[in-house]
């Protein structure tokens, strides 16, 4: 495994101005919106980023993707997220959502763990 593995976390809303207003006020600064994936029913508002430190995140609006309990998201960057979801499965964990295209942002798998927690899974290829 790499070292600081998690590259990306999302937070499941679902009133997306709102959310938004909320998390701009608590850390005084802009969301930018993010041009809609090929999912035309998801909604993002990215979170400041860099390349040099830490992860970054967004906002997101998702059918399937309750915001509360579940509600922050965490994913670890990979070489290709169909590999390590596969990898979930044989584990025993299972894949709630295969490899799919988040275009020119690469691709993303979610999954189980064995415990049933959701994580995310992001590549480049």
């Known amino acids: 495994m790499k070292a600081n593995p998690v590259g990306w976390f999302e937070i499941y809303v679902q009133d997306m101005p709102r959310a938004a207003a909320f998390y701009e006020a608590v850390f005084?600064?802009?969301?930018?919106?993010?041009?809609?994936?090929?999912t035309p029913d998801m909604d993002m508002m990215l979170f400041?980023?860099?390349e040099e430190y830490g992860a970054t995140g967004a906002l997101v609006k998702m059918p399937d993707c309750p915001s509360?309990?579940?509600?922050?998201?965490?994913?670890?960057?990979?070489?290709?997220?169909?590999?390590?979801?596969?990898?979930?499965?044989?584990?025993?964990?299972?894949?709630?959502?295969?490899?799919?295209?988040?275009?020119?942002?690469g691709f993303i798998a979610l999954v189980f763990d064995t415990e049933g927690n959701m994580i995310g899974l992001h590549s480049m290829a």
Not at 28 to 38: D, Q, T, V, Y
């Open 68 to 105: 509360g309990g579940m509600g922050t998201l965490v994913y670890f960057s990979c070489e290709d997220c169909a590999v390590e979801a596969a990898r979930a499965a044989a584990n025993g964990g299972s894949i709630f959502k295969e490899k799919m295209s988040i275009d020119e942002h």
């Open 28 to 38: 005084e600064g802009a969301l930018e919106p993010m041009r809609k994936p090929e």
């Open 48 to 50: 400041p980023m860099t």
